[in-house]
């Protein structure tokens, strides 16, 4: 009779349950268990979704995403989804994604021509932009530690406030 501790045969484990093993190693327990996931925006046009982050005076935050991400899920769901709710305006880019979306220059490209144009290679990715499309924050790439995310996430906000104020 095998024990409870036992793991399963290897060979049965696929790529996503070692991930949703790394997940909860890493204390994303609560957010692997929610199944629901929070949504944020698809980008569709970057201009526009510009104009209206600094009409409040923000800088516009784009979240680079995969499909099926774990840590894209926990930073949806714990941080960025909330913040969006409260009037943040930050919009998604799927890598990989053939759906359109018109570029800070006026061009109909996709998710993923977008994210490859801006070197994006890890999931999740937030950028920060400012006037004319330009970075005005450091980039958070990947996944960090639950406990570090929101700190990290409000240093960045901090830096395009900031870069926002002295333009």
């Known amino acids: 009779m095998p024990s409870v501790l036992s793991l399963p045969n290897q060979s049965a484990w696929r790529r ?4 949703v093993m ?5 204390g994303f327990g609560p957010a692997l268990a929610q199944r629901s996931a929070a949504t944020l925006p698809a980008a569709q046009s970057l201009p526009d979704e510009l104009a209206r982050a ?7 935050v784009v979240m680079v995403s ?8 926990q930073a949806r769901h714990s941080h960025l989804s909330p913040m969006h709710k409260a009037g943040t305006v930050i919009v998604q880019v799927d890598m990989r994604s053939t759906q359109a979306v018109v570029d800070f220059g006026g061009k109909l490209v996709t998710h993923d021509q977008l994210a490859r144009a801006w070197k994006v290679s890890i999931a999740p ?19 960090y530690l639950p406990d570090f ?4 996430l409000e240093d960045r906000m901090a830096q395009g406030r900031r870069a926002l104020t002295s333009l």
Not at 149 to 152: A, V
């Open 16 to 19: 996503r349950d070692c991930l």
């Open 22 to 26: 790394a997940g909860l190693a890493l």
């Open 54 to 60: 600094l009409q409040n005076k923000q800088a516009l």
């Open 66 to 73: 995969l499909d099926g991400c774990v840590f894209c899920r």
């Open 125 to 143: 990715t937030l950028l920060f932009f400012g006037p004319q499309g330009k970075e005005v924050a450091e980039r958070m790439e990947g996944g």
């Open 149 to 152: 995310y929101g700190p990290y």
